[in-house]
Structure formats: C-alpha cells, structure tokens
C-alpha cells in the first residue's frame, strides 16, 4: 500500500524560508514521477512544482518559479520542496502526490493515485 508522508510546514514569516518533505513507502519510489500542490482557504487545489521520476525534468507554477526548488532523493524515498522568499499568499496546505503507473510524466492536473495528508504552511506579513 503506497503511502505519503508530509512534513515540514509550519508559521514562518515573509521572506522566509521551509523545506517540506514527502516520505514516500510501499513500492519502488524511483520509477515515479511526483509533485506538490497547494489549497488556500477556500480555493481550489493547485499545482505547485513536479520531479519526473529521473529528476532529470522538474516544472513549476508560475507563482513560485525562482522561489520553489523540487528535488527527491531515492534512496531515501523522499520527495522536498524548498521554499524561499515566502510570500503571504504561499501560505496554503501543502500535498503531495503520485501516480499508479511508473515512468509516467506528471500531470498538473489534480487526478492523481495517491495523495499525502497535508501539511500546513503559514506566512505571516
């Protein structure tokens, strides 16, 4: 059974920065794609950043490109997000999500297999 774990949200003020983690178990982490997405109070899920199942290939959102970096690391079966230069606006519950077939590329779109239970990310002005 595939199961995500997040952590590493928390308050912080503008400008500042947090690294969230995905720890990912129950199958070979490395043949997948994944990717963060965020939901504000209110609004809908959006996509945020994508790693494709290489690394070789990350994309972001426009709102957090030059801010955001994804990275993973397979032999530990986890995912990151490195937030930088955090706005108000970032602050959002944070999820991440995987597919059910490997070696696929990862949409931005919200249908994915597996999703994690948030963690929450607040940036205060």
């Known amino acids: 059974q595939v199961q995500l774990v997040e952590s590493g949200g928390g308050l912080v003020q503008a400008g500042g920065s947090l690294r969230l983690s995905c720890a990912a178990s129950?199958?070979?982490?490395?043949?997948?794609?994944m990717g963060w997405f965020r939901q504000a109070p209110g609004k809908e899920r959006d996509f945020v950043s994508s790693?494709?199942?290489?690394?070789?290939?990350?994309e972001y959102a426009d709102s957090v490109k030059g801010r955001f970096t994804i990275s993973r690391d397979n032999a530990k079966n986890t995912l990151y997000l490195q937030m930088n230069s955090l706005k108000p606006e970032d602050t959002a519950v944070y999820y991440c999500?995987?597919?059910?077939?490997?070696?696929?590329?990862?949409?931005?779109?919200?249908?994915?297999?597996?999703w994690g239970q948030g963690t929450q990310v607040t940036v205060s002005s």
């Open positions: 129950g199958r070979t982490f490395s043949k997948y794609g």
């Open positions: 999500a995987t597919d059910r077939s490997p070696y696929r590329t990862f949409s931005r779109g919200n249908s994915h297999d597996y």
């Open positions: 790693i494709s199942w290489s690394g070789d290939t990350t």
